[in-house]
Structures are given as C-alpha cells and as structure tokens.
C-alpha cells in the first residue's frame, strides 16, 4: 500500500512568511496528488490538483509542484486566513486513496 | 451552487447501525463519482468509500470492508452509506464528497460532516 509522510507535521509562521509543507509518497504517483486545507470544524477545502493546479477561487499565493514521490505546497506571503491544518492526498484511484497524517501551520 | 447535506449521524452502541445520507444539488449529480470520507475526533482525514456516477463499482477502505455498504439513487441525487457492525474506532465525522473535474479522484466539493458516536 501507497504511503504518504507529510513534513513537518507543524510548523510556526508570521504573517507575510513563505512557507513549504513537503509530502513524500512511498511509491510513485505521477502526478496524481491534492492539497486540502482545513480550519477547525470546517470540512477540508481543495486547493491543488494534479499536483500543481490551482482550484478555481484560491488565492494565487498557493502553489504546487513536484511529480513521482516528492510534491510541494508553498504558500508565498502568509495571510492571517491561512492558518489551518494542511493534508496531501494521493488521488490516483479507489481504493487507493490515501491522505497525508496533516500539517499544522500556527501564528508564531 | 454545489452543496451536499449529509444526515442520518448520531450516538449508536457497539455492533449496531447506522445509514448516512448526502443530499447533493447544484450539479448534475449521475455523472461524479463521490466518496465517504471519516475524520476521528483530534485526527486525520480517511477516505472510507467511493461509488461511480453510474452506482457500479463500489470501493471500501480496508477498515470497513464487510461492513460499510455505499449506494446512491440518482433519481433523488442522493448518496448513502449504510453502517453495520458498528465499532468504537469508527467514531468520527463522515463527510460525502464530490469528485473534482479532472481524471484524478480528488474531492472538490465536501459537506458539513455527520457525527457518528459509537460508544454503550
């Protein structure tokens, strides 16, 4: 089965910080990866797809990269409204859907 | 506008069921797969089911093979997840969600969440 490690699973940030949230497959996945951002009692909210795509209405300060095992989330200038719990997602095919364990980015 | 209303969640004693409900509308809902997907309270994310547009072809998360029943009714643009066997590990919030655009089973869309308790 298809693992994903997200790093660090917290991190500590200010407002107008870049900041990069990796996630590692145990196996090749192309480019077949989500980034999801979630605030507390709030349902995830999808942000990347296919790696590097921007969902419709996000704020073109995140962004996306990689291909096979290694994938990035950046964020460019930290906004007050990006703290939240951040989760990759391996999106290849059920029943293979595997999330990452989430990042906790925190106000510093 | 796309929303899904889940329903159908609340407090159940070990070993007995549940059925969930998702509510889809402000999209042509046939033609999307969509998924169950659980968080446990304080923890992750877990994608527990997924069904075509069409019904066919229902899978299951390894935890809840041979006890978690996913369906929909197209006619009603509603999705299900039928529940038995109920455990104290599948406490958690069931959010339905929506395939994205793109080829990849990413989730564009999600509803509020369902509690489920499973506890005597």
């Known amino acids: 089965d298809i693992q994903m490690t997200q790093s660090p699973s917290s991190v500590s940030a200010s407002v107008g910080d870049r900041v990069t949230i990796t996630c590692r497959a145990s196996q090749g996945i192309s480019t077949w990866l989500a980034w999801y951002q979630q605030k507390p009692g709030k349902a995830p909210k999808l942000l990347i797809y296919?790696?590097?795509n921007l969902q419709s209405g996000v704020p073109s300060r995140f962004s996306g990269s990689g291909s096979g095992t290694d994938f990035t989330l950046t964020i460019s200038s930290l906004q007050p409204e990006d703290f939240a719990t951040y989760y990759c997602?391996?999106?290849?095919?059920?029943?293979?859907?595997?999330f990452g364990q989430g990042t906790r980015l925190e106000i510093k | 506008e796309v929303q899904l209303l889940e329903s159908g969640g609340g407090l159940v004693q070990p070993g007995g069921s549940l059925r969930l409900s998702c509510a889809a509308s402000?999209?042509?809902?046939?033609?999307?797969?969509m998924s169950w997907v659980r968080q446990a309270p304080g923890k992750g994310l877990e994608w527990v089911s997924g069904?075509?547009?069409?019904?066919?072809?229902?899978q299951y998360a390894d935890s809840v093979k041979g006890r978690f029943t996913i369906s929909r009714d197209n006619s009603k643009n509603t999705l299900y997840l039928q529940m038995n066997s109920l455990r104290a590990e599948d406490t958690a919030v069931y959010y339905c969600?929506?395939?994205?655009?793109?080829?990849?089973?990413?989730?564009?869309?999600w509803g509020q969440g369902a509690l489920v308790t499973v506890s005597s």
């Open positions: 402000g999209f042509t809902f046939r033609t999307y797969a």
């Open positions: 296919d790696a590097s």
């Open positions: 969600a929506k395939d994205g655009f793109s080829a990849a089973r990413d989730f564009d869309y």
């Open positions: 069904i075509s547009g069409n019904g066919g072809n229902p």
């Open positions: 997602q391996q999106a290849n095919s059920f029943p293979s859907i595997i």
